[in-house]
């Protein structure tokens, strides 16, 4: 898998991921951007503990700060950024989260997927956890398993914008066009600006100049 390709549609989606809040609508609108949305509307939640108020804003803090680490491409200082805070807070699963996926990235699919199962674990009521268990698995290339993630994301949340175009992409991968361009139009109407990340995402290469495709993404 050629991660260099992958790269933006990584770190926009990425976004969905590590921002504190609560999931409170769809993202309809993800910018298109190398850099990660942290106001993304689906957002991981944080995990109920007996936390301060105070430590729950320094955890805040240091998890933003990780997110910087990553958004910028230095995946191993986001990787120990985030064990920092697991070491301070092990229910923490924003951290569990953001470092499974930075290790993903890093090339350590198989740890990557070790942390993000813990985050699951730690809160299996976030939806942002499904995705980055579809996101990770899909590094792995275990295309099946990312799907049915990708499946329970859109369960909760219908019009999510990154599992319907993931999902698309995986069809691609899969050598099934006609479902690929289904669910490359179905993401596209609920966001047209997935339309220039497709145009430049080696999933769809091999569609450029089919009028079918072309139309789906013509400006």
Known sequence: ?????????????FGLLITSGCATES???????????TSSSIEITQNSNTQSVEQTKQYTTEIAEAQKLFSDGDYPGAIAAAQLVVDKSPQNDQAYS?????????????????????????????????????????????????????DKVLEKDPNNTWSVYGIATIYADQQQDKEALKWLGRA???????????????????????????????P
């Open 1 to 13: 898998m050629n991660l260099k390709h992958y790269s933006m549609y990584l770190v926009l989606s």
């Open 188 to 218: 596209i109407k609920i966001d047209p600006t997935v339309k220039d990340v497709a145009r430049t995402q080696d999933h769809f290469e091999r569609f450029h100049g089919r009028e079918a495709f072309e139309n789906l993404v013509a």
């Open 27 to 37: 993202a309809h609108n993800q910018p298109d951007s190398s850099k990660p949305n």
């Open 98 to 150: 953001l470092k499974g996926f930075a290790l993903a990235l890093n090339g350590d699919t198989s740890q990557g997927l070790d942390m993000t199962k813990k985050a699951y674990e730690l809160n299996p009521q976030n939806v942002g956890n499904f995705y980055n268990m579809a996101m990770v698995y899909k590094l792995m290339g275990q295309l099946n398993e990312s799907k049915g993630w990708f």
